[in-house]
Nanobody
């Protein structure tokens, strides 16, 4: 069984930074991709960033501000978020793709407010 656990959310002022972590554990043989999604109240879940084989994809709204990275030895992905804006407020979810399976974490709240 595989578990996905996010951490690092919290309250930050506009212009501030946060670093999210996503750790996958359990019976893992090959992680194809890891990604971060977010869901704000009343809105659909949307892709923020993903990484697969060193290739990264970013939503237009976060390009130049967020950076996704991955430590393959630790089965962990990170999302460095800089220059945060109030519109970045959402629950951030980690998604791990294992072959034909896609697993989700429980989510971590990010609130950007003064």
């Amino acid at each position: 069984q595989v578990q996905v656990v996010e951490s690092g959310g919290g309250l930050v002022q506009p212009g501030g930074s946060l670093r999210l972590s996503c750790a996958a554990s359990g019976s893992i043989y090959n992680i194809y991709a890891m990604g971060w999604y977010r869901q704000a109240p009343g809105k659909q879940r949307e892709l923020v960033a993903s990484i697969s084989g060193g290739r990264t994809i970013y939503a237009d709204s976060v390009k130049g501000r967020f950076t996704i990275s991955r430590d393959n030895a630790k089965n962990t992905a990170y999302l460095q978020m800089n220059s945060l804006k109030p519109e970045d407020t959402a629950v951030y979810y980690c998604n791990v793709v294992l072959g034909v399976r896609a697993l989700w974490g429980q989510g971590t709240q990010v609130t950007v407010s003064s």
